[in-house]
């Protein structure tokens, strides 16, 4: 259960609108409470002037000054803690109070399931993907053991193949290689495990084949157009014929002997 205390000047202004809102309190006791409000400190939220202090202020008695209190608790409009001969009781605004939230049921686990067994690594595969990033990114990561690129990669690489996470870095590189994005072209931000399972979802995406486009209907064979074809020169027509007429007429005129 969650308790919100009156601790600053607004929050305290709207305590006393709830105590005088209270139609179980009565005007004594609602003015008893108003007399308490202004010895709350703004800080810590907590008053401590004794009943004598509080029936002098409220001009009441000693005895409705305990009664008012103890039906504030009652109301949960008040929390008080007891104090001693040395000591005065502390008391604070209750602004409010959330109830008590139900535990959620909790559905029956499902069967256990087998978890897969972690792939074993050697350092030439640590040192290969090393070499890749840092040919990738211009930079000289190290792969000695002990190291947090060791560390980092052997984590990494007991889920995944070494060419997984290569082709991790070419994604990267390729979006990030000219960009101001380059600096993050290390182990510590790829193969961490919670950004190195969304590259792995972004890089299955990407490389998702699309499917082909259909391939485009043959269109069927059109007539020429007879408007579109050249226009026939009639120069040329007589001109032809011409030729033609004198050939023939030569070959009519010429003798025997001279064809």
Known sequence: MSIQFATSPVEILAWQRRVLSEPRLSHTASRIATS?????????????????????VSNTSYSSVKRAIRRMVELQLLQVERGDARRANRYRAILRRDPPRPAPQRAPDPAPRQQAEPRPVDDAAIARVVAHLNRAANACFPDAPGTATYRILRRALRRHAPETLCAVVDLKTAQWGRTEQARYLRPSTLFTPSRLEGYLSELHQRGRPASPPPPPSPEPPRDPDPTTRPPTAPGKVRRHLDAMRHILGRAVDSPPGHA
């Open 36 to 56: 308490l409000s202004l010895h709350i400190n703004s800080h810590s939220g907590v008053a401590w002037p004794s009943l004598r202090t509080l029936a002098r």
